[in-house]
């Protein structure tokens, strides 16, 4: 789910910030607009939905842009919006994964590549960069809705393979055919949910040299920064970088 950084802990500056901020909001949106229109209005009735808005509440994107969301899909029958799957190598040979959500593949495709070739990159065909990884599905919970203990009790219960507790919150895997599954036997608990989704992530990630390293960052932030990018995933071993 856009939002989320699957690749890197930069620490951003305020105005940085602020424009993120932005750009989550409208892929968010985006999101919400597209569950609507594809199943139930009320989130409770639609797992998809219920994500998004679960997403956009732990961006803390206000309730009228959420409901400006929904409604919109009333209004956008005539427009269509495919979910879209790019792999490609990077700086260092990082394998990288860009899920998209567009209403026009070809301008879609084009900025991807453009940005690709711009920043030391190239695009390339299915399959390509997808057999580094590997696809869960990911509950990411409050750190403080439960203890560790109860968390490990709560995975079992709900079938997941494994949990972790990170600095700032939980997360619960499971296979990817189970997800929705386990994802309600959580709902059902009544916790908290931070994100979840169906993710992409690597087997193995690969420690590059500060300026590979710098110019691997700069490639996914600007494909990060494509209005049609809703998620981006790579095979990145982060460290600290001085920006």
């Not at 899909?73 to 899920?99: T, V, W």
């Not at 084009?110 to 065909?125: A, D, E, P, V």
């Not at 390293?213 to 932030?221: D, H, Q, V």
Request: net charge positive; proline share 2%.
């Amino acid at each position: 789910m856009a939002g989320h950084s699957h690749w890197a802990g930069i620490k951003h500056k305020k105005g940085r910030v602020d424009n993120l901020r932005s750009k989550i909001f409208s892929k968010i949106s985006r999101e919400i607009t597209v569950a609507a229109k594809l199943g139930d209005k009320n989130p409770d009735m639609n797992p998809r939905l219920r994500s998004a808005v679960q997403s956009a509440r732990a961006a803390n994107m206000p309730k009228e842009n959420i409901e400006r969301a929904i409604n919109k899909s009333e209004i956008s029958n005539g427009i269509n919006y495919d979910n879209l799957k790019y792999e490609g190598m990077g700086p260092g040979k990082i394998a990288i994964i860009i899920e998209a959500l567009t209403d026009n593949k070809n301008r879609t495709a084009s900025n991807i590549r453009t940005i690709f070739q711009k920043y030391g990159g190239t695009l390339g065909t299915t399959g390509v960069a997808s057999h580094n990884f590997k696809q869960s599905g990911v509950i990411r919970l409050e750190k403080n809705a439960i203890s560790e203990e109860k968390l490990l009790e709560l995975a079992i219960e709900a079938g997941a393979e494994e949990c972790n507790s990170k600095q700032d919150f939980h997360e619960i895997f499971c296979s990817k055919s189970q997800f929705y599954k386990v994802k309600t036997v959580i709902e059902k608990k009544f916790l908290k949910i931070v994100n979840s989704g169906i993710e992409w992530f690597p087997l193995n990630k690969l420690d590059l040299e500060e300026e590979q390293y710098k110019s691997a960052i700069n490639l996914l932030e600007a494909l990060e920064n494509d209005d049609d990018v809703q998620n981006v995933y790579a095979n990145l071993k982060e460290k600290q970088l001085n920006i």
